[in-house]
């Protein structure tokens, strides 16, 4: 079985400030992994995704996220927090066969970005 | 292009209720998903249909949730009868082919209460 953890439910950074969200993976194979953002009353969006190359992914606004294998992490990071970025950000994980293929989603951290 | 199609946006029926979810996917995109969305947790698969057979159901409670994909494009959700327990947004997302190349594009979704 897979899961995600997402460590924290709500972040709080000032505009301008680095972002991190923190998530934690659990499989029994190599995974992929997602970042997905999702601003008030719309549909998730894709960030980035690591199925496997390079560790360090970049991602679409401004994010990155990297795989460290030893850590089970696939934390997000943002150098510089824009008041856009104020969502709630879903760490996803793929396994590699069955039901396993199905995406697994954190629970969620929201992002407020203050002025 | 246009994006995952979903209608209604809001609903509000009574516990014992029947209702329906509309999807119309991106053209062309022959896997469909179904999500649910429970207030402060990440979306859950419900069902992947790959054109207008099922792929993977084994979280859809069959015995009050139903849906079809006909014609292997739009599809339908259907819950009968409603508990208190299925308010939730329900997702619908479509991608171009299974696989982690493919990547999943999301409607805005349809926010169910059910009193």
């Known amino acids: 079985a897979q899961s995600v953890t997402q460590l924290d439910s709500h972040v709080s950074v000032s505009e301008g400030t680095p972002v991190l969200l923190r998530c934690n993976y659990s499989?029994?194979?190599?995974?992929?992994l997602f970042w997905y953002v999702q601003h008030p009353n719309k549909g998730l969006q894709l960030l980035l995704k690591?199925?496997?190359?390079?560790?360090l992914v970049k991602g679409i606004n401004g994010f990155e996220a990297e795989f460290k294998k030893s850590e089970t992490s696939f934390h997000l990071t943002k150098p510089s927090a824009h008041m856009s970025d104020a969502a709630e950000y879903f760490c996803?994980?793929?396994?590699?066969?069955?039901?396993?293929?199905?995406?697994?989603f954190g629970s969620g951290t929201q992002l407020t970005v203050l002025p | 292009e246009a994006g995952v199609a979903q209608s209604p946006r809001y609903k509000i029926i009574e516990k014992r209720q029947s209702v329906a979810f509309w999807c119309n996917p991106i053209?062309?995109?022959?896997?469909l998903y179904w999500y649910q969305q429970i207030l402060g947790q990440g979306p859950k698969l419900l069902i992947q249909?790959?054109?207008?057979?099922?792929?993977?159901d084994s979280q859809l409670p069959k015995d009050r949730f139903s849906a079809e994909r006909l014609k292997g494009v739009d599809s339908t959700l259907k819950i009968q009868p409603a508990k208190l327990e299925d308010s939730a947004v329900y997702l619908c997302?479509?991608?171009?082919?299974?696989?982690?190349?493919?990547?999943?594009?999301f409607g805005n979704g349809t926010r169910l209460t059910v009193t």
């Open positions: 997302a479509s991608s171009l082919v299974r696989g982690d190349n493919s990547p999943l594009h």
């Open positions: 249909f790959q054109n207008n057979g099922v792929v993977d």
């Open positions: 996803v994980v793929r396994g590699l066969s069955g039901s396993a293929r199905q995406l697994t």
């Open positions: 499989s029994s194979y190599s995974p992929s």
């Open positions: 053209s062309g995109h022959a896997t």
């Open positions: 690591y199925t496997s190359a390079a560790t």
